[in-house]
């Protein structure tokens, strides 16, 4: 299947550091995108890179697209207690779907 | 702008009953709805997809006459759990895109939390 898969399953941080995920799928894709999830919530849209993009940024989030390794990476910068949460990197494959790994999860200590 | 929302946000029922979840788009209209399911710890599972005005597409492995899905308007897709067991217990998202097909970004319902005893 298409799905993300993203490592680590888990980081622990403390407030300030910078936090990287790493995520990567299998086949080719037309975009990716990362989303964060909170405890018990639904998904919140992060940032959408294209296919013919390889880097793109948003506020504090740095995202980078491999096509050739088909890996992706997020890179939060200046991390803060509130940006603990689950993020999930979803590849858009050509049958228009987002297909979800199982995460990693960022604890971010004060 | 691109709110969604869920109703109700938690059930709990007992085995043998049914249940309807809505997903509602407040600002666009959708005409691509997801139905998403997530147990503990684990990425959420496509289970659906629905346009309006059309049947949804079902997931393979995914029981179409149990899990009952209804788009009938561009803001509006309910999922039915019928006759649910507690093995049906678990967190169900929507999530709505307001274009189809594309390389669009979808917006997530809060979710639902059902609890089958």
């Known amino acids: 299947s298409q799905q993300g898969e993203e490592d680590p399953q888990a980081l622990s941080i403390q407030e300030g550091e910078n936090a990287t995920m790493n995520c990567s799928y299998k086949t080719s894709i037309n975009n990716l995108q990362w989303y964060r999830q909170n405890s018990g919530r639904g998904l919140v849209h992060l940032i959408l890179i294209r296919s013919n993009e390889r880097e793109k940024h948003s506020g504090r989030l740095r995202v980078t697209l491999d096509t050739s390794k088909k890996s992706s990476s997020l890179l939060i910068t200046a991390s803060r207690a509130a940006d603990t949460a689950s993020y999930f990197c979803a590849p858009w494959d050509s049958n228009y779907k987002l297909t979800f790994g199982k995460g990693t999860l960022l604890t971010v200590n004060p | 702008g691109a709110v969604v929302s869920q109703h109700p946000s938690r059930v709990i029922c007992k085995s043998g009953t049914s249940v309807k979840i809505e997903c509602r788009s407040l600002?666009?209209?959708?005409?691509?709805m997801f139905w998403y399911r997530q147990f503990p710890k684990k990425s959420l599972m496509l289970m659906a997809t629905s346009n309006e005005g059309s049947k949804a597409t079902y997931e393979q492995g995914v029981e179409k006459d149990k899990f009952l899905i209804n788009h009938a308007s561009l803001t509006l897709s309910t999922l039915t759990v019928t006759s649910a067991h507690p093995e049906d217990s678990s967190f169900y998202i929507c999530?709505?895109?307001?274009?189809?097909?594309?390389?669009?970004?979808?917006?997530f319902g809060p979710g639902t939390r059902l609890t089958v005893l």
């Open positions: 600002d666009f209209q959708a005409t691509t």
């Open positions: 999530s709505a895109s307001p274009s189809v097909g594309g390389p669009y970004e979808q917006f």
